[in-house]
């Protein structure tokens, strides 16, 4: 079981580099330093979910008591709460 949650992590990872190349070559035509701003955080926030999910396949395959990474999951639960929040202020008319 430790080699599927490695395997899987390994694949979120990479998926997590294949998202990294293609936002870093978006650019969004903005109109202040605000919108920039939240355009990376969201970006950010993209890109950091499936470094989140592979680490804790990771930290899954690794740790003797899968119980005590419970509290891991609220990261990915914040990065997908500022992805949420940054791309609905970003949507906004001006």
């Known amino acids: 079981m430790r080699v599927v ?4 992590a390994a694949l979120l990872a990479a998926m997590g580099v294949r ?6 070559r978006v650019d969004l035509p ?3 330093h605000w ?3 939240l355009f990376v955080a969201n970006v950010t926030a993209r890109i950091g979910l499936w470094f989140a999910f592979a680490g804790f396949f990771v ?3 690794l740790v003797d008591d899968p119980d ?7 990261i990915p639960i914040v990065l997908a709460g500022l992805q949420l929040v940054t791309g609905v202020l ?3 008319e001006p």
Request: hydrophobic share 60%; glycine share 6%; aromatic share 14%.
């Open 68 to 74: 005590a990474i419970g509290a891991y999951l609220l």
């Open 90 to 92: 970003l949507s906004r």
């Open 30 to 32: 903005v109109r202040s």
């Open 5 to 8: 949650a490695l395997v899987v």
């Open 19 to 24: 998202s990294a190349v293609k936002w870093f």
């Open 35 to 37: 919108e920039r701003v």
């Open 59 to 61: 930290g899954w395959a």
